[in-house]
């Protein structure tokens, strides 16, 4: 067999006809290397198939290229589709995603963090909610001296980079589009309430039926906690009620899912005899029947963000920004689908 030679920087930067130094600066991202001379460059290394020697790319940076995620989500399908784009994103500006669960005991979290930042020496950490909140996390963050991007935090919100989007108008707007199909018995199952866009999906939901003049039972109401599980036991709180909502908003899709499944046990037909919108617009939205009406939450382009802001001039980022410029907001969007449909 003969063995094929790997290409080397020298390779790449005589096709190039530039020096290895340009080659090593556009691999690393250099910001003041040219447009031009980048795509130049990045074309021969993908003709090539040249793959820079790791240990000497993190000498000669003095980057670890490893960028740590940390989660605590009862989603299964939020965190999912989050992990998946971040891994992309990853691999496509040359750097490995250490990924790691919180545990419930806080110790032992930590314990990983500080190995996280000990032995992998993480460049950055990316923090999802609940876990973006937690103090002890932070302040160990903190006191390493280690950048990290937290994705829809609830406090502090001036001591790092976030990225979220507009939960509350969101909730809000959503619910305003179940009044105006003639819903006016709309139901709410609120999502974990360790997360605060749980607080802020709930308040736009009762500030749209405050707006409209619209006085809901208590009994409409119920506490989820984001797993399929825990909305179906809400659901079937709900559907037990003699006087049954029209509608239910779940605070996301998978208890969105366990509403469709619940009533359709219970021969409820949805959307003709109930109308289930969700939120977050997770992959689970399509593959249920019918498919459900939801938030589309730019969790895709939050993910890609989030590892942007470390792989692309990361000081920028990191070094004494206002607040004003802390806080990314993303764009939402309301797709509607076979789930709910106007009584009117």
Known sequence: MVEVKKARIQD???????????????????????????????AIVAQLQYKPNESARRLASNKSYFLGLLYDNPSDAYVSQFLLSALKSCRSNGF????????????????????????????????????????EIIDCLLAANVPFVRVAPDSQLTISPYICMDDYQAAFDLTETLIKQGHSKIGHIIGDPNQG?????????????RSNKINTPPEYIEQGCFTYQSGMVAAQKM??????????????????????????????????????????????????????TTVRQ??????????????????????????????????FKIIQRESSKSII
Not at 197 to 209: E, F, I, K, M, W
Not at 243 to 256: E, G, L, T, V
Not at 263 to 285: H, K, M, R
């Open 96 to 135: 490995h995603l250490v990924v790691d669960e919180a545990d419930k005991n806080i110790d032992k979290t930590l314990q990983s963090v500080n190995e996280l930042i000990n032995e992998t020496k993480v460049d950055g950490m990316i923090l999802l909610p609940p876990v973006c909140d937690q103090k």
């Open 298 to 331: 730019p969790i895709d382009e939050m993910a890609t963000l989030a590892v942007s802001l470390f792989t692309s001039n990361r000081d920028k980022y990191f070094s004494g920004l206002k607040n004003s410029q802390l806080r990314h907001i993303l764009e």
């Open 12 to 42: 790449v930067a005589q096709q190039a006809g530039v020096s290895m130094m340009t080659v090593s600066r556009v691999l690393n991202q250099d910001p003041k290397v040219s447009d031009k001379t980048r795509s130049k460059v990045l």
């Open 197 to 209: 866009v749980s607080r802020l999906r709930y308040q736009g939901y009762l500030d749209a039926l």
């Open 239 to 292: 559907l037990s009620l003699v006087d049954k909502p029209s509608a239910i908003f779940a605070a996301n899709d998978d208890m969105a899912a366990a509403v469709m499944s619940i009533a359709q046990s219970q021969g409820i037909n949805v959307p003709n005899d109930l109308s289930v919108v969700g939120f977050d617009d997770t992959t689970l939205a399509t593959v249920v029947w019918p498919n459900i």
